[in-house]
């Protein structure tokens, strides 16, 4: 039998066949978290003109050198004004914000004069540098600049820019419709009354949270009983309307487990069947007639979460243009022993140590149904397959919730 890809194979294996998402153009208020499809060029020069920083008066720096400590002032300029010329001897009150006056070439705070009668009278002990208290024109880019590239998830800095370049609308890929949806005839929906021998849907809900806390929170809902013939209609209306369906259950070896056979004769082609990891061996993947992304993720509570983040999250990122980033590695806490030749996702609570700095302590859980032992970690590290031992400070790429 062939090995089993890794994580990181079953990864590059997922990014490769991800179709990408459509491109669509949407106001620039509602652009948060959204990747850019667009390359955006400053419109201006960045300040667009000699920009004062400072509360203060803008004078001449040569009567200024020619022992001058007295101006009248002959003027205000204010931010948003259009620019009043300095005459010459004289000094013009200035604004945070406001143009340097044309024939000014210094800006003197407020704590540096004293105002008495129309005159100000500046400290002999102040600077009064070459455009001292001025932010010169094109100082922090130039017009036409390129200042966001394609790929871009916009933030606030981001937004910032695109702001400033002018821009009500922008192009970004469009939000993917996800549908998330949980197989299983022991399944109960919170709410409803439950027998001893059923079990609480809890999936849904944490693969619903962590898609929402990554910007995705628009995913629908379905459950479906463990029956070939309406996981078939129903799947088959999920994949007309959804670009991503994220299904948990019903993927392992047991008699009931009829997802990859129902998705394969839906014409999901299967491009991934189990990886050499613990917790969620039994992991499908498949790319569906309409280049649709299906995930049939193990519906052991820890399993399904661990794959969500790991893959599912991933391949909406290559949806999105964004390019691959590395894990940021994490120095064990405390040593751990792997003993599976698997993979190993270690749930993990981030702590600090004053010699390491951040640390991630060990917390696994007393196997992939037991989600309450989640309580309180921050995510999980990835291990190589055992058997091994990984000492305490050993780095391992951390994975968040
Ligand atoms: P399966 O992958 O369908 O064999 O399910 C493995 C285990 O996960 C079983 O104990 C299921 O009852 C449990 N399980 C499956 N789906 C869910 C779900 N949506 N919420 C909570 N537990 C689930
Ligand atoms: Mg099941």
Known sequence: MEPLPTPAAAEALIRRQVRPLPVESRPLASLAGAVLAQSVR??????????????????????????????????????????????????????????????????????????????????????????????????????????????????GP??????????????????????????????????????????????????????????????????????????RERLARHLATHDVLVLSGGVSMGRFDHVPRTLRELGVREVLHRVAQRPGKPLWFGIGPEGQTVFGLPGNPVSSLVCLVRYVVPALEAAAGLAARLAEPVALGAPFRVKPALWYFLPVQLDSSPTLGTVAQPKPTRGSGDFVSLLGTDGFVELPPGPADYPAGHFAPLYRW
């Open 42 to 155: 400053a419109e201006r020069d960045q300040p667009p003109f000699d920009r004062v920083t400072m509360d203060g008066i803008a004078i001449q720096r040569e009567a200024w050198r020619a022992g001058q400590r007295r101006f009248r002032i002959a003027g205000t300029q204010a931010a948003g004004q259009p620019p009043r010329m300095l005459p010459p001897g004289d000094c013009l009150e200035v604004m945070t914000g406001a143009v340097l006056p044309p024939g000014s070439d210094c800006v003197i705070p407020v704590e540096q004069i004293e105002v008495a009668d129309g005159w100000a009278e500046v400290d002999p002990a102040a600077p009064a540098e070459p455009f001292g208290n001025v932010h010169t024109r094109g100082l922090d880019c130039r017009e036409g600049d390129l200042l966001l590239a394609r790929g871009t998830r916009l933030g």
């Open 158 to 231: 981001e937004l910032a820019v695109l702001a400033s370049a002018g821009l009500p609308r922008a192009e970004v890929r469009a939000e993917p419709r996800i549908v998330i949806v949980a197989t299983g005839d022991e399944l109960v929906a919170p709410g409803e009354p439950i027998e001893a021998w059923q079990v609480r849907s809890s999936n849904s809900h944490a693969l619903r949270g962590a898609l929402a806390l990554r910007g995705y929170g628009r995913a629908a809902e379905d459950h479906l009983p463990d029956d070939p013939g309406v996981l």
